[in-house]
Nanobody, 125 residues
Framework: QLQLVESGGGLVQPGGSLRLSCAAS????????IGWFRQAPGKEREGISC????????NYAESMKGRFTISRDNAKNMVYLQMSSLKPEDTAIYYC??????????????????WGQGTQVTVSS
């Protein structure tokens, strides 16, 4: 079981950028993926992107391609989500989560096992 802690959220103006961080502890092997998700008030949680810890292979939800970039630093047990050209509709709580993963390309459409507490991102002028 991994413990995950998100950071980097905050208030940003439309068109601005933010980088979210996800710190993982309890790592015992490389066979897992980290995903980023978000949930806006009154809306269902949606997947953004995921990254395979071992291979570095990434995957993005179709609607999230272009403005979001996921990356990892295995030496630091960190995963990042770089967000650019932010819009008010990107306002949400952003979560990172982990799932055991043996394959190459991960997916945000599976059930993830371990979740962080979330970090608030507010896009407003």
């Amino acid at each position: 079981q991994l413990q995950l802690v998100e950071s980097g959220g905050g208030l940003v103006q439309p068109g601005g950028s933010l980088r979210l961080s996800c710190a993982a502890s309890g790592v015992t092997n490389d066979y897992y993926a980290i995903g980023w998700f978000r949930q806006a008030p009154g809306k269902e949680r949606e997947g953004i992107s995921c990254i395979n810890r071992r291979s570095g292979t990434t995957n993005y939800a179709e609607s999230m391609k272009g403005r979001f970039t996921i990356s990892r630093d295995n030496a630091k047990n960190m995963v990042y989500l770089q967000m650019s050209s932010l819009k008010p509709e990107d306002t949400a709580i952003y979560y990172c989560a982990a799932v055991e993963w043996q394959g190459l390309a991960c997916s945000v459409r599976v059930n993830y096992d371990d979740w962080g507490q979330g970090t608030q991102v507010t896009v407003s002028s």
